[in-house]
């Protein structure tokens, strides 16, 4: 496969899934017209016939980019799932075609953490069942159990970029945040990480939870840990869903060792409106149930569409792969003079000196070069101080070095 030098007129992008207007306006800007937009996802046969030649796809989650679907698709040269997850590309397979798969990871950072801070005050106040009380006819005036979160301690564990977020924000309400991390984190603020897990749930009036889904964090908070927290303090989750043993959880709330809870994420989470929720918690006084929603705001969608797009005009006008979650990481100068040109290949012995001896026989002066590889696959971005010409046959040599799998030109 490969790609020569498309004016970017020539160069297809097919957007699914109603993915942010924000996406299209990148792609303008930086000269991309070729734009076929759809508001839903497509059937699967119908996916294969307008993928056939397009060269840059934009999903979301519902579009399932199979190993199947990415082999119709001739001249992909990069996706966008414009969202967080990458679950619905078979990743590998776009990494064995040479194709770099980009997302968002942290485009709904501030969406989340606001969310977290407006439950720890909600949750403070007792206000669920407070609200539950008024709509059913009741006035639950008391103040007993009501307090302001000013002077309390909040426990952030994961002090990553959403951990790091709410840090800020909290402080600025008077909280008195302290973090635990496995990496060691600079603290922000007056925020001041703790040795221990136990001693962050030891001290905490509020929890919440910021990790990411690994085989440490599933079940991470149990009885145990929950049997840690000081008796009155509230637990919120919003992190991933199996992190936390919701059983006990609601245990723990049922015994009123812990006095609310807000929690977004669930170990098994309906597939759609018709699934029914199944919970432990459901029904439960002062606990927030949201539909993992933590990131779902107008402004992430917007975030998203611009940041997504904005990698894939990167990689198609630079060849840069930062931020790609499957491909070799090269973050590339923006291309001068001259030609750049990348390959994409098996990493086998030999594959460099090729390309250099090529290089040499035409007389191409190197300017600058970039090798990233993954064990299994590599990628070099060379650039030349003069323009390649037609007909020299440089192109068709280096599509014929053992191993290609993908070449693109860039003059
Ligand atoms: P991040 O990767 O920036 O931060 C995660 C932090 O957790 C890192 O600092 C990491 O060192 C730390 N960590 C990892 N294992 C740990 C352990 N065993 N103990 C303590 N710390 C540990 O991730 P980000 O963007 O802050 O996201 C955090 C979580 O929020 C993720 O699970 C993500 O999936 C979830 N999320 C949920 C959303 C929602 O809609 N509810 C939306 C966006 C993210």
Not at 23 to 48: M, P
Not at 296 to 322: H, M, P, R, W
Not at 391 to 410: C, D, E, M, V, Y
């Amino acid at each position: 496969m490969s790609n020569l030098s498309l004016s970017k007129d020539k160069i297809r992008i097919l957007l699914l899934e109603g993915v942010h207007e924000n996406a299209i306006r990148v792609f303008e800007q930086a000269g991309y017209s070729n734009i076929e937009f759809h508001k839903k996802a497509l059937d699967e046969d119908v996916l294969k016939e307008k993928i056939k030649d397009a060269h840059i796809v934009g999903i979301r989650s519902r579009t399932q980019l199979t190993d199947s679907v990415i082999n119709a698709a001739e001249k992909l040269f990069s996706v966008g799932c414009f969202c967080i997850g990458t679950n619905q590309v078979d990743l590998r397979s776009a990494l064995s075609k040479g194709v770099p798969v980009f997302n968002a990871p942290y485009s709904n950072t501030r969406s989340v953490a606001e969310l977290v801070l407006g439950e720890a005050i909600m949750l403070m106040r007792g206000i669920p069942a407070k609200s539950t009380s008024c709509h059913e006819g009741g006035w639950m005036k008391s103040a007993t159990g009501s307090y302001e979160v000013r002077g309390k301690t909040l426990g952030i564990i994961g002090y990553g970029h959403i951990g790091s977020q709410l840090s800020i924000l909290a402080e600025a309400l008077g909280f008195n945040v302290i973090f635990y991390d496995i990496v060691n984190k600079l603290p922000l603020g007056n925020a001041t990480p703790c040795d221990s897990m136990d001693q962050l749930l030891q001290t905490s009036d509020i929890v919440s939870l910021h990790v990411p889904d690994t085989p440490e964090t599933r079940n991470m908070i149990t009885a145990r840990e929950l049997g840690e927290m000081k008796k009155g303090a509230h637990f919120i989750n919003a992190a991933r869903g199996q992190v936390v043993d919701i059983p006990a959880l609601a245990d723990a709330i049922k015994d009123e060792h812990i006095a609310g809870a807000a929690i977004d994420v669930f170990p098994v989470e309906p597939k759609g409106a018709d699934d029914e929720f199944v919970s432990e918690l459901r029904g439960l006084p002062n606990v927030i149930l949201t539909p993992h929603i933590g990131g779902s705001t107008q402004e992430a969608q917007a975030n998203i569409g611009t940041e997504v797009a904005e990698k894939l005009v990167k990689y198609s006008d630079d060849g840069s792969t930062f931020g790609a979650v499957n491909f070799m990481e090269v973050s590339l100068p923006v291309k001068g003079e001259g030609t750049r040109f990348m390959h994409i290949h098996e990493n086998k012995p030999g594959v460099m000196a090729k390309i250099a001896e090529i290089m040499s026989e035409h007389d191409l002066n190197i300017t600058g070069q970039y090798l990233q590889t993954d064990g299994e696959f590599g990628y070099v971005v060379v650039d030349v101080d003069s323009d390649i010409e037609k007909g020299k046959g440089i192109r068709k040599a280096l599509r014929q070095i053992p191993g290609t799998i993908r070449l693109r030109f860039l003059r």
